[in-house]
């Protein structure tokens, strides 16, 4: 893309609240695991966005990119543990098993599913993540239900202080930088022909179908970064944060649901809600399990109900009508 | 060679022929009116032309080569652009994001960047007038306003075909007017080939075209230069379920015993 520089002013507010969730948690005592957390939530709606913010398609199945990227990661330092001079490259090796193992059951899951319209796809995929976890476990595949641990692993490999770096620290990180690239992507693909093919389609699949467009291939193409983004953060933030993984727990559809939850809360389709929105449900659900444990979960339902009555648009999407005309303008998207 | 030729194309739902063996040829920078009433098969044969209908039987064949089969994004490339009866923006993105969106994807295709489209955008707005309402969602503009935008998105593509469907339906006399005034002029300009479908303004009609072509349950009728079809007493038999007895006495005087000339 030729330089123009007041395209990307809209990364401005995006990064810098990344960076101030980074210095918050680096310098403020107790406040890494909750920084941790926001981070794992924002990463997770800025890449659930690009597919379900930009082509207003939803995928229940969503869950099970993150789990295959949680296996990539385990099979890479699992099976690799042997290699020494891989060194710190294991993890770069489990990152990319990561990225194709996601891409490969997102163009499985995508050339069936994608073929089919709106609220059919929703169905279609209700069952994918369940499929892929009885898969699993049925087949004995990854060592099946009995999941892998692989503490001992990078306790071999990088000694133990820095395996406990890697997993309290570093993986942490690793998520941000994730959310960062989600967003720069979400942004690029917004100011080319992707987007605005993505947005004809959300709006009109058939208008933008006599305009020319190919819908099924941008709906793949969403559908794939998607995926990518998805397995790299199952990658760091499941496999690296925490050195084991069971197939129940990275195939829990719940994830999905607050994958949506802050989509839509913080505004879908646009480059700052899965920020804002990431930010809203992690803080609240941090607060109100210390103030009502047992009720984080109950009190969402009335909450997106309000959201889905008073911000049809999210919040960002409120925003930007009010920031409309105003200096403001460029750097809300 | 003509621009798009169809040849005998059918289209049947279920025991319903909605398009019965309709043959048609238009010529480059020509202009033809569709006629018909309510569930004549208009729409369907435009759906056909467009690609959102494959046609049971018969050739839809443009410039040459058979598309009967091709899907609608590969028609537009070509350069078929159309435009809807209820209008379809874009609704979220504004008026000159839905028209560059039109140049990003039809004939220009790969040729125009996302900003050159934008550039192209401009002129199509300043040619359709909408330039208050450049930076506004497409969803919030009146139906005549999505009619007008609708059309820059299909000039926009930069056609060699346009298929107008309904683009007069529920204006006033003086927005008719007005319309016919552009679209004989956009002809001209671009270089185009109108093909427009409108259910009974004939106001519209007889400012317009040349040439028309009448349907009725689904079969072509008249396809005729456009005074002799509209004083053709089977498409006032149409119209209005039996012309008058003294107009079709006169009408044979004047035309003599050549008048089925248009028959399909």
Redo the contacts between chains.
């Keep these: 893309m ?1 330089a123009d520089p007041t395209k990307y002013y809209p990364l401005i507010p995006v990064y810098v609240a990344y960076l101030a969730m980074f210095l918050i948690g680096s310098n403020m005592t107790g406040m890494w695991q909750l920084m941790a957390m926001l981070a794992f939530y924002c990463a997770l709606g800025q890449a659930f966005n690009i597919f379900l913010g930009m082509t207003g398609y939803v995928d229940f199945g969503y869950v099970a990119f993150l789990g295959v990227g949680t296996y990539g990661m385990a099979l890479g330092i699992t099976k690799l543990a042997h290699v020494e001079e891989l060194g710190i490259g294991i993890i770069i090796i489990g990152l990319a098993l990561a990225v194709v193992m996601a891409t490969l059951l997102s163009l499985a899951v995508g050339a069936v599913a994608l073929r089919l319209r709106g609220a059919y796809f929703a169905i279609a995929t209700i069952g994918v993540n369940e499929g892929f976890r009885y898969f699993i476990e049925g087949a004995k595949i990854w060592n099946g239900s009995e999941g892998m641990i692989f503490t001992a692993e990078l306790n071999q490999i990088f000694g133990r202080e820095t395996a406990s770096a890697l997993s309290t620290f570093w993986a942490d990180v690793l998520v941000l930088i994730i959310a960062a690239a989600a967003a720069f992507v979400t942004l690029y693909y917004m ?3 992707i987007g ?2 993505l ?2 389609l ?3 699949e ?10 099924t291939k941008y709906k793949i193409i969403a559908f794939i970064t998607s995926a990518v983004f998805a397995g790299l953060l199952g990658a760091s933030a499941w496999a690296l944060k925490t050195p084991y993984v069971f197939p129940p727990e990275v195939f829990e559809i719940h994830y999905t649901v607050e994958a949506i939850i802050i989509v839509l809360l913080g505004g879908a ?1 646009t480059l700052l809600g899965p920020l804002v929105g990431g930010l809203i449900y992690g803080l609240s659900k941090y607060y109100l399990s210390i103030v009502l444990p047992g009720f984080q979960l109950l009190i969402f339902a009335p909450i997106i109900i309000l959201i889905i009555v008073f911000f049809p648009e999210g919040i960002v999407g409120m925003l930007k009508n009010r920031v409309k005309g105003t200096a403001l303008e460029q750097y809300v998207l | 060679m003509s621009l798009l030729k169809l040849d005998r194309v059918t289209k049947r739902f279920g025991g319903l022929l909605a398009v019965d063996h309709v043959s048609l040829e238009i010529e480059a920078g020509e202009l033809i009116a569709i006629v018909g009433p309510n569930g004549a098969g208009k729409t369907t044969l435009f759906n056909i032309m ?3 209908f494959i046609p049971d039987e018969g050739r839809v064949i443009f410039e040459g080569r058979d598309i009967s089969r091709l ?7 070509l350069g078929i652009g ?1 435009t ?1 009866q209820i209008p ?6 504004t008026v000159r ?1 839905n028209i ?3 140049a ?3 004939t220009l ?1 790969k040729k125009v ?3 050159e489209s934008l550039k192209i955008a401009d002129r199509y707005i300043d040619m359709v007038g909408l330039q208050l309402h450049r930076g506004k969602a497409a969803g919030s503009l009146t139906p005549v306003e999505k009619k007008m935008m609708e059309i820059a ?1 299909a000039l926009a ?1 930069n056609p060699k075909l346009l298929l107008m469907d309904e683009a007069m339906a529920g204006m006033n006399p003086k927005d008719i007017d007005h319309m016919v005034a552009f679209l004989m002029r956009i002809k001209d300009e671009e270089k185009i080939s109108v093909i427009a479908m409108v259910e009974h303004i004939m106001r519209a009609v007889a400012g317009l075209a040349e040439r028309v072509m009448v349907m009725h349950q689904g079969a072509k009728l008249v396809d005729a230069a456009t005074t002799e079809a509209l004083s053709d007493p089977r498409v006032v038999e149409v119209y209005f379920g039996g012309a008058p007895k003294e107009f079709k006495k006169n009408w044979k005087k004047t035309n003599g015993p050549e008048s089925d000339k248009g028959t399909a």
Aim: glycine letters at 12%.
């Design positions: 030729r100011k080319s022909k605005y093919a947005t004809a959300r709006e009109d058939d208008a933008a179908k006599v305009m020319g467009i190919h819908v389709g | 467009s690609g959102v899907p609608p994004y590969k028609r537009a490339p159309r809807f379809r923006p874009f609704s979220s993105a994001e560059a969106i039109g990003m994807f039809g295709g960047s996302v900003d998105r593509m």
